[in-house]
C-alpha cells in the first residue's frame, strides 16, 4: 500500500484492501474516503471497506468520481467529507490521481 501525502491531514492512495483497514488505523488515520466508483474493475466494493473501517473505529465516507470526469458535485461532496470527518484522512481510487485532483478543485472551491 502507498500513501501519498498531500498536507498535514490529507492522504492519498491507490486502491486498499480489507485487510490494509487495520495498518491505516495503526499508522494514526481517522477516517477514510473512497473515491473509486464500485463499478470500476478491480475495485473492492466500498461497503466491505466501509464494513472494516467501521469494526477498526474509523469513519468512512463513499464519494465516487468516474476516472476524467469529475463533477461539481462531487468538489461539493468531497469539501464537506473534508470538513467533517476527523483527521488525518486517508482518500482512495484506483491510482491516488483522481483523489489528488479532487483535492485541488476543493481548494479551488474554497478560494
Known amino acids: 500500500m502507498e500513501i501519498r501525502q498531500i498536507t498535514e491531514d490529507y492522504f492519498v492512495s491507490p486502491q486498499i484492501a480489507i485487510e490494509h483497514v487495520a495498518k491505516i488505523k495503526e499508522a494514526g488515520f481517522k477516517s477514510i474516503i473512497a473515491n473509486r466508483p464500485d463499478t470500476e474493475d478491480g475495485a473492492v466494493p466500498h461497503d466491505e471497506i466501509a464494513a472494516a473501517a467501521q469494526e477498526a473505529g474509523l469513519e468512512f465516507r ?18 464537506a467529507a473534508l470538513a467533517e470527518l476527523p483527521k488525518p484522512i486517508l482518500a482512495y481510487c484506483r491510482s ?10 476543493v481548494q479551488q472551491l474554497q478560494a
Open 62 to 79: 463513499y464519494i465516487p468520481v468516474v476516472s476524467g470526469a469529475i463533477t461539481h458535485e462531487n468538489v461539493v461532496e468531497q469539501n
Open 96 to 105: 491516488g490521481g483522481r483523489c489528488t485532483n479532487l483535492y485541488a478543485l
